[in-house]
């Protein structure tokens, strides 16, 4: 059995933040404010996963409200999901990710997000797609007020598990 899940973010780049996308630090003069990390991509790599699931939304397993995800790195939260999700009996079968961000070029750090990314996801490189484009100038996000990222993720149902079987 098969089940899709799409997820998109967006979060605001301000000066005096670092830039963490896929759980790596991508050196560049601003950085993605919010209350946890403000890594937009794993938030949408999560969306997708919990929408896969119809478990809902990133808000709700770890509400802004709460102080303990204040400035919390977002990839332990993406391995709580992806616990949840092997719980659920799945894992995962691809993720294909696409982030726009006017600037910087994230095409170098594909490799080390695809690294981080596939030990959390617990599944190989060949399953982990990035990609990044500009906004063409248009817009915020063009004008590099904030970046955003789109996920889409299949997650593939695992052979069931053997019952445990009563004492004779
Ligand atoms: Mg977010």
Redesign the pocket.
Known sequence: MLRVGLGY???RLIAGRPLILGGRHIPYGKGLL?H?D???LV??VIDAILGALALGD?GQHFPDTDPRYKDAA?LPLLEEVVVRMQNEGYAIGNVDIVVIAQEPKLAPHYPGIIASLKEVLRCAERQISVKSKTHERIGPLGAGEAIASFAVCTLQKMSQAIPIRAQA
Do not use: M
């Open positions: 973010d967006i979060h919010g946890s403000g890594d937009c938030h949408a990133i977002s």
